[in-house]
């Protein structure tokens, strides 16, 4: 006991002790309160486990598998990547790809960003919305087997040369009968530059016949009258063209039957000395007259107008428009997309801004290029850098859509992988390569996207 005669110091109740809960902790050497850091592992590892599995691993196997021969037995080392940069399917792929990394991205950019600023001076701006994202929900190969059909060749089936040939046939009709044609002994043979001509030369005030097969009875023009021979008129030349064919065969070749059946609206030309010195048109019943043509002998020309192809559309499937057509479908499906992501940048934009700019004088247009642009500029940056990693991985569009005949020409780097690998080369040496190639070009891309994802959170 202290015999200065000074009381003994008590700590005072809920007074920190100095040697408290951290001298403890620092006693036992976990040096930090909460639970150890190994079990936060504990509940990333399946989450680890399944990166490595399904991401990891797969790239190593990869580049591992990219430095043997096709059968994996023996090492080539980097014979598969100048095996590569040698072969012209890649180099056909390479170029497609490049097509579609500077057309796709920026087309579809574009118009996300049209419909997302439309959508704010309309009504139904929902509906639309709903409408154009719509195909997001749809998967790629039904997507591809969608736009297979509309761009078949057939106008009775492919959607866009239905609506071309529509157009093409209001502006300008094709011919009622393309597949008409004179029997090989007729008197009416081939003229120079198309058409068909009588072979004598018919004078003022005679007729002549005209006969004429190659036509299907069904599809002759409604109002369509049995043929009658015309009859000659002074002062003018008359004839008859004619379908001389009987149904249930009989009849007469060259000779107007009673079953016959007149050819209507059939342009027909008088040449005179190289020259048309008239043209009309057949009647229902196949009849025809020249009036006031001037005394002579004319050769009876029946015109190429008459007998032109069908306009049956363009060639969407062909090796020329191919690549343009898939990526039309690549639009239509990833336009919702974009709209949807900048349309949600476009409702953040301060609405002071536009209309200070507006104040001070600005059309319409140089709000939208001088300050609602600028303004969206990171958002369409992330919906373009999105829109070019998914641009160079694309495999579904095209090898749905592009049939067998022009695969070549519409080849990309992921269906050539597939086909080199699975699709009937059976060399997963170089498809392992072309592998790896691919994750090259687009790992930069994946990088610049994650930095300015970053740059935004700062």
Do not use: H
Not at 203 to 223: K, M, W
């Amino acid at each position: 006991m202290a015999t200065t005669g000074e009381p003994e110091a008590v700590p005072l109740s809920g007074t920190p002790d100095p040697a408290g809960p951290g001298d403890a902790a620092a006693a036992t050497g976990s040096g930090r309160l909460g639970p150890p850091s190994w079990l936060a592992l504990v509940f990333l590892l399946p989450a680890l486990l399944f990166l490595g599995a399904y991401m990891l691993y797969p790239i190593l196997f990869s580049i591992y598998r990219s430095l043997w021969d096709a059968a994996g037995l023996e090492f080539v080392g980097l014979q598969n990547y100048v095996d590569l940069f040698s072969t012209p399917s890649t180099f056909v792929a390479l170029r497609n790809n490049v097509i579609w990394v500077v057309v796709a991205p920026i087309v579809v950019t574009v118009a996300g960003l049209l419909f997302a600023v439309l959508t704010e001076r309309i009504r139904w701006a929902t509906a639309f919305k709903l409408i154009v994202f719509m195909p997001m929900a749809i998967s790629f190969l039904a997507s591809g087997v969608i736009f297979r059909l509309v761009y078949e060749q057939d106008p009775d089936r492919g959607l866009a040369n239905a609506v071309i040939t529509t157009v093409q046939d209001t502006i300008s009709p094709s011919a009622a009968f393309p597949d008409a044609r004179p029997r090989p002994e007729s008197p009416v043979t081939a003229a120079d530059g198309g058409g068909f001509e009588l072979g004598e030369e018919v004078a003022t005030g005679e007729s002549a016949l005209i006969p004429l097969v190659g036509v299907q009875a069904d599809d002759l023009p409604g109002g369509t009258e049995r043929a009658v021979a015309a009859e000659p008129a002074d002062g003018a030349v008359t004839g008859t063209v004619w379908l001389d064919f009987t149904r249930g065969g009989g009849g007469e070749e060259g000779v107007i039957d009673t079953s016959e059946m007149g050819l209507p609206a059939m342009e027909v030309q008088a040449i005179s000395g190289g020259q048309v010195a008239g043209t009309t048109l057949t009647d229902p019943d196949g009849r025809f007259a020249f009036d006031g043509l001037a005394e002579g002998s004319y050769t009876l020309r029946l015109s190429p107008a008459n007998f032109t192809e069908p306009y049956n559309g363009v060639t969407w499937l062909g090796p020329t428009l191919i690549t343009p057509a898939i990526i039309g479908a690549y639009l239509w499906v990833w336009a919702g997309f974009a709209m949807v992501l900048i349309a949600a940048g476009l409702s953040a934009i301060p609405r002071d801004a536009l209309e200070a700019a507006r104040v001070d004088g600005a059309t319409e247009w140089q709000v939208f290029r001088r300050v609602t642009v600028p303004l969206l500029s990171p958002v369409l940056m992330v919906v373009f850098i999105t829109l070019m990693i998914y641009v160079l991985k694309i495999f579904d569009l095209v090898f749905i859509i592009a049939p067998g005949s022009v695969q070549r020409d519409a080849n990309v780097l992921a269906v050539e992988m597939w086909r080199v690998s699975f699709g009937g080369g059976n060399d997963q040496g170089l498809g392992s390569a072309l592998a790896v190639f691919l994750l090259v070009l687009v790992v930069p891309a994946m990088i610049f996207q994650i930095r300015r994802f970053r740059q935004e959170n700062k």
